[in-house]
């Protein structure tokens, strides 16, 4: 469906509302942000004498919601200048304005009464065949078309931002009976493609997918916890980054959210699911109702089941004992099962042992899981046909890195399947039948793509939209050409490679760097290019900084000295090689990973992307060439007329504040990524797809090898000077360290190209050469060995 979307109405600037206008503000659109007009004056107006007639006052609930969701931290907003694109007004001044607009979407407070009176005003005043939705968790979406005109009812359907909608990636897309199904599918596709979404098609039932599952898992574990008398801390370890689910696990997740929010939502799916066969599960567990009836509801009211308190002194994060309903500090929390999962990296199979294991901990995840599994096979065919899809909810919607049903795969469907029967949970027909039908699992790989058991056609079919999409995960079986323990190099097709690498927190060590040059290798003999990127939670941590510790503390400086140039070399033959090598970063990538990016043919970048050298914060500069890069970078970008120290200056803090981007956007502005060659692509599961576009464009085009580069101008002592008196300054004035004072000395003598008496041309290796033996020599100092220890130990940055 050809339909351009420009300009967006967001009415309601609450604190989704002011989120959903600044993502769309992301992507380009001209937004407008829309709220009512307050009813009397506050003590602040009246004292500037200002009226209700007054512009300021009629604007001042959408400007103060607006003001304080760009305040916000994580930010909504990908570059504070993006927020220009964002205009705010009210509705009963501005709401004609929205026949010029195409989406209009609705996302006032959650009574039905009052989405009816604003739809009304929509439909009075939209443009036909303008798209309008509402924002809603919960509201049935056919309820709101009450006395709509057919064009509207045409053009409308319901849509779930989860929030916050930059960083949480599910769009649940609810249509009616009414509205066009070239509708549906558009929004399908533009929710993925430009607004990075993963967009679920849902039925109009309570709660949809995401929360009515996610919601019936807490709710289950909460009765399982009160069950076995576990505390609160031992459930937040077994439910969190061990079984492949966020940091804040479970009760931190409802702390961040707010239980009045989790119960609202749960006392709506009892009330109005009562056929739900767990619907008794939804009745609150006692502690629970203790908590609201002190309405102690988490971060919204300074406590829930975490309180912050000073204790001798130091501030504390207690726990609450969830049978004496005091807070307290609570014991790290341990389990026989966790030593023999403490190297099983993969999830798939550290989710199997854990549901297994012999000892309490096995015991929790069987109860959770047993009722999980049954749960989600009976909702289906209520709040969907397709599995896939409360799968991809849930990972989206709840940060789960395995759904449901691609977490009973991974413990064995026909074993698992009988203690989910033992328990006394009640499975669907259909799964019986499909495994007597000879299919034993939810799942399959073939042929590069991934495939789920339809119950409508009983049969594997692909999942919808992902036919043209490329996935490592899909691929690596049976696409993988070499590898060694850190990585894979895997055929993407059409001449082009994927250099996958997946070590702890995708460190860079020398497994990776063979990896970069075995694929180089390849692809400049037997295929046209190669692509580097990864499933990881992030692109790469950077250099492998407990290996050169170790190197710097045993002074073994030969070696370091080795796997330093091993590293520069290895950066200076992605810049060179005589194929195109794309680098498709996401989330951190920090160091290394950030070297590696600047020296690609093209960087193709998921726009959440938090890319800097923060080398200084461990007591060392770049290494892998940043410092070198940037010294190249201020002399390619200086044109006629430029202050060129101006350049340096720059260049120069970016490094020495350990500057890291917020967002890929942000990463052009601090010289990371390159206008005009590096581009930015909003869904992360388009990413690979679009590097190899970029790689085999390139060779299309008829790439042939750069030459190195021989004529950088580099500004000797015209930048030391500025360079040793800034720090001498800073270091007066208390604002830095002795220690941080001669780690900006070395920075400054590599991107000034060293004390030269004049602008001078150089070329690359003169500076990398530099650069290494002012990494070296950092590594002697023992203020940097503590400094890295910290980070190593700790994970902390040290300041001394």
């Known amino acids: 469906m050809n339909r351009n979307i420009k300009k967006v109405a967001v009415l309601g600037s609450g604190v989704m509302g002011s989120a959903i206008a600044c993502h769309f503000a992301n992507i380009g659109l001209e937004v407008l942000l829309l709220d009512m007009v307050p009813r009397e004056l506050t003590d602040k107006d009246k004292a500037k004498g200002l009226t209700l007639e007054d512009p300021a006052v009629r604007n001042s609930i959408v400007n103060h919601h607006f003001t304080n969701a760009l305040k916000s931290k994580p930010s909504p907003i990908y570059k504070m200048e993006f927020a220009k694109r964002v205009t705010t007004g009210n509705f009963d001044d501005d709401f004609e304005k929205i026949k010029d607009f195409d989406w209009i979407i609705e996302v006032v407070v959650e009574r039905l009464d009052i989405k009816h009176i604003i739809l009304d005003k929509v439909d009075k005043y939209r443009t036909p065949g303008t798209l309008i939705t509402s924002n809603t968790s919960g509201i049935p979406i056919h309820m709101m078309l009450e006395g709509k005109s057919d064009d509207f009812q045409a053009y409308f359907c319901g849509t779930h931002f989860f929030n916050p909608p930059r960083y949480l990636r599910l769009l649940e897309i609810i249509p009616t009976a009414k509205t066009k199904p070239e509708i549906v599918d558009f929004f399908m596709h533009y929710g993925a493609r430009f607004l990075g979404k993963k967009t679920v098609l849902c039925k109009d039932t309570p709660a949809f997918i995401a929360n009515r599952v996610g919601v019936y898992s807490i709710m289950s574990l909460f009765h399982t916890v009160e069950e076995m008398g576990l505390t609160v801390s031992e459930v937040d370890k077994l439910t969190g980054p061990i079984l492949g689910r966020p940091k804040s696990a479970t009760f931190r997740t409802c702390d961040v959210v707010g239980l009045d929010t989790l119960v609202h939502v749960a006392n709506g799916v009892r009330e109005n699911c009562p056929n739900d066969e767990e619907k008794e599960s939804f009745q609150l567990a006692n502690y629970v109702n203790k908590l609201v009836e002190n309405n102690w509801l988490g971060s919204k009211t300074g406590q829930g089941f975490y309180k912050k308190e000073v204790v001798d002194g130091k501030k504390a994060i207690l726990a609450l004992n969830l049978k004496t309903m005091e807070y307290e500090a609570q014991p790290k929390a341990n389990f026989p099962v966790f030593a023999l999962t403490k190297t099983i990296d993969n999830l798939a199979e550290r989710t199997k042992v854990l549901y297994y294991a012999k000892d309490r901990a096995g015991e929790f995840y069987q109860k959770s899981f047993n009722g999980i599994f049954a749960y989600v096979s009976n909702r289906i065919p209520e709040i969907t046909d397709d599995l896939y899809k409360i799968d991809d909810a849930m990972r989206a919607g709840f940060g789960w890195e395995l759904g449901p049903f691609e977490s009973w795969d991974a413990v064995g469907l026909e074993k698992s399947l009988a203690l989910v029967k033992a328990a006394g949970k009640k499975v669907a027909p259909w799964v019986d039948e499909m495994i007597a039908n000879g299919f034993t699992s939810f799942y ?129 033959r992605i810049r060179y090689s005589a194929c195109p090598v794309i680098v498709a970063p996401h989330n951190m990538a920090l160091g290394g990973g950030c070297e590696m990016s600047m020296h690609a043919d093209k960087v193709v970048a998921h726009s959440e992307l938090y890319m800097g050298l923060v080398e200084f914060g461990v007591g060392l500069i770049p290494g892998g060439g940043g410092s070198k890069e940037f010294a190249k970078r201020i002399s390619d970008n200086l044109i006629e007329g430029d202050v060129r120290i101006n350049r ?153």
């Open 444 to 572: 399959k790989i073939e042929n590069g793509l991934k495939k789920y058991y339809d119950l409508k056609t009983k049969a594997y079919q692909a999942i919808p939209g992902t036919e043209d999409l490329l996935f490592i995960d899909n691929l690596r079986d049976g696409k993988t050409v070499w590898k060694n323990n850190d990585c894979h190099l895997i055929d993407l097709g059409d001449g082009i490679l994927n250099l996958e690498f997946h070590t702890k927190m995708n460190t860079i060590g020398g497994g990776v760097l063979q990896g970069i040059n075995k694929g180089i290798d390849l692809a400049e003999t037997a295929y046209k290019g190669l692509v580097i990127s990864n499933t990881g939670q992030n692109f790469s941590a950077g250099a492998n900084v407990g290996l050169i510790f170790m190197m710097a503390v045993e002074q073994e400086y030969d070696e370091l000295n080795f796997a330093i140039k091993q590293f520069q070399d290895t950066m200076m």
């Open 648 to 800: 340096f200056r720059d260049a120069f803090l970016t490094i020495g504040q350990a500057k890291v981007s917020t967002s890929a956007y942000e990463a052009f502005d601090l010289g990371y990524l390159r206008h005009g060659i590096d581009e930015v692509v909003m869904d992360r599961d388009y990413q690979l797809t679009r590097a190899k576009e970029a790689c085999l464009g390139l060779y299309n085009g008829g790439y042939s090898q750069p030459a190195k580069a021989k004529n950088i101008k580099v500004l000797g002592q015209e930048a030391l000077g500025i360079v040793y008196v800034g720090a001498d300054s800073m270091e007066h004035g208390k604002y830095i360290s002795e220690h941080d004072k001669y780690i900006s000395e070395k920075l400054g003598f590599v991107i000034a190209g060293g004390d030269l008496s004049e602008v001078t041309e150089v070329d690359e290796q003169y500076l990398l050469d530099l650069e290494r033996k002012a990494f070296l020599d950092l590594c002697t100092k023992k203020k940097t060995l503590e400094r890295i220890q910290s980070i190593v130990t700790k994970g902390k940055v040290l300041r001394n």
